[in-house]
C-alpha cells in the first residue's frame, strides 16, 4: 500500500527529475499485481549518471516495462564530480552512501523489492549493495560487462582523459599502497593471481565483497542467495577489461581459465552462488561486441526476461521479447 501511495505521490511531485522526466501512469492505482519494480541502475569508469547513454537505457526500461522509475546511483549531484568520482574515492565509502540515498529515497524504500543493473563496475559496486545492505533488497541484479573476479591489468585512457591518466599511473606504480586502496577505485578491486597474499591483506574492496578471506561473512551468502536472478553478462570481444571473463566469475591466471562453477569460491560456497545457482537464478549471457557496446536489442532481452512486474504472470502488456533463453525457462 505504502508502495503505490508513494507512486502517486510521485505523479505530481518532481523527486526524480535527475533520472528520468516521465511522468507514473496512473495505473498503479488499480492492480499493484502490474506494477514494475523501480530499477537502479549504476553506472560504470568515466561515465555520470546524467550521461545521455545512461538516461536512453532508462528510457529503454521503461520501454520495456511501462511505469517502471528508474534511479540512476550518483555518488554526486553534480555530473562532473560523479564522474570523477568514479575514479576516486574509497569504495567501504561510496557504496555506504549509496545504501543510505537508496534506503532514504521516497518511492524506493517502500517499494517490496527494487532491480538493479550494473554497467562494467557499477555491476561489483551493486553487488556489494546486496550483500552489505540489500535496503529494499534486490531481486534480479543484471551486470554487462563487471570485474566480479577484478582485473589483472588497468586500462588505456584517452590521451585527454587527465583524471583517468592520472589515476591509472597512480594505481599502476603501488596498487596495494594503503592510500592508493583508500582513493583510487579501480585498485580496489585490482586482483592479481601472482601477488594473492598482498591481494588479501590489502584489497580494500574485493576480496571483502568475494568473501576471500578466512573469516567469510554469512550476511553476503544469505544475500547472494536470496536473489531471484543474477544475470552477468560478458561481452564477446571485450578489450577493455582484463581478463573480459572476469564478467563471468571466472577465475584466469595468465595460462588456466576456471569457470565459476569449478572454482572454490563456487563449490564451497563462499557467497552463494551455488545456492542460487541450484534454484536456477544464476544466468551466464554473452554481449556481442566490444566493453559495453551496447545494443537496444540486448538491453531489451534483458530488461524482459528479469525486470518488470513483482509477479510477472499477471498484468504483463507487452508481449516477451525475442531471444528467451533455454536457461531462463
Ligand atoms: C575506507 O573507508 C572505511 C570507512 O570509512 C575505512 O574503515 C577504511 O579504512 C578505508 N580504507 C582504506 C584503505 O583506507
Ligand atoms: C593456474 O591455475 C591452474 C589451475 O588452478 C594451476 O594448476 C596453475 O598452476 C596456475 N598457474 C599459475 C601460473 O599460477
Not at 534486490?138 to 588505456?156: A, D, Y
Not at 597474499?197 to 542467495?225: C, G, V, W
Not at 561486441?289 to 502488456?317: C, Q, V
Request: with cysteine.
Amino acid at each position: 500500500m505504502a508502495f503505490v501511495g508513494a507512486l502517486r505521490l510521485l505523479a505530481v511531485g518532481s523527486l526524480i527529475t535527475a533520472s528520468v522526466a516521465k511522468p507514473i501512469e496512473p495505473r498503479f492505482q488499480n492492480d499493484n499485481d502490474d506494477t514494475p519494480l523501480p530499477l537502479v541502475i549504476w553506472h560504470g569508469l568515466g561515465d555520470t549518471y546524467q550521461a545521455d547513454g545512461v538516461r536512453h537505457v532508462a528510457e529503454i526500461a521503461e520501454e520495456v516495462n511501462p511505469g517502471t522509475l528508474t534511479y540512476l546511483i550518483r555518488i554526486d549531484e553534480d555530473a562532473s564530480r560523479d564522474r570523477y568520482h568514479s575514479f576516486v574515492g574509497n569504495l567501504t565509502e561510496q557504496v555506504t552512501k549509496v545504501c543510505d540515498d537508496i534506503a532514504a529515497h521516497p518511492i524506493l524504500s517502500t517499494a517490496p523489492a527494487i532491480d538493479a543493473l550494473g554497467f562494467s563496475q557499477g555491476g561489483q559496486f551493486l553487488r556489494a549493495y546486496v550483500e552489505r545492505c540489500n535496503k529494499p533488497p534486490v531481486r534480479s541484479l543484471v551486470t554487462f560487462g563487471s570485474q566480479h573476479n577484478g582485473i589483472t591489468n588497468f586500462r588505456e585512457c584517452e590521451p585527454t582523459d587527465w583524471i583517468c591518466r592520472i589515476a591509472m599511473a597512480v594505481v599502476k606504480g603501488d596498487a596495494w599502497n594503503s592510500a592508493v586502496q583508500s582513493t583510487l577505485v579501480p585498485a580496489q578491486y585490482y586482483r592479481n593471481p601472482d601477488e594473492y597474499e598482498q591481494y588479501l591483506e590489502n584489497s580494500n574492496f574485493l576480496a571483502d565483497i568475494n568473501n576471500e578471506r578466512e573469516e567469510k561473512n554469512e550476511e553476503y551468502k544469505k544475500n547472494i542467495a536470496n536473489l531471484e536472478n543474477f544475470v552477468m553478462y560478458m561481452f564477446e570481444d571485450d578489450k577493455t577489461v582484463i581478463p573480459k571473463e572476469t564478467a563471468w566469475f571466472e577465475d584466469v591466471n595468465g595460462t588456466e581459465t576456471t569457470p565459476l562453477r569449478a572454482r572454490k569460491l563456487y563449490s564451497e560456497d563462499w557467497l552463494g552462488l551455488r545456492q542460487l545457482d541450484r534454484k536456477g537464478g544464476l544466468k551466464f549471457r554473452l554481449a556481442p561486441g566490444d566493453h559495453m557496446k551496447l545494443t537496444e536489442d540486448i538491453l531489451k532481452e534483458a530488461f524482459g526476461d528479469f525486470y518488470g512486474p513483482l509477479n510477472p504472470h499477471r498484468g504483463r502488456s507487452e508481449p516477451r521479447p525475442k531471444n528467451v533463453h533455454s536457461d531462463d525457462l
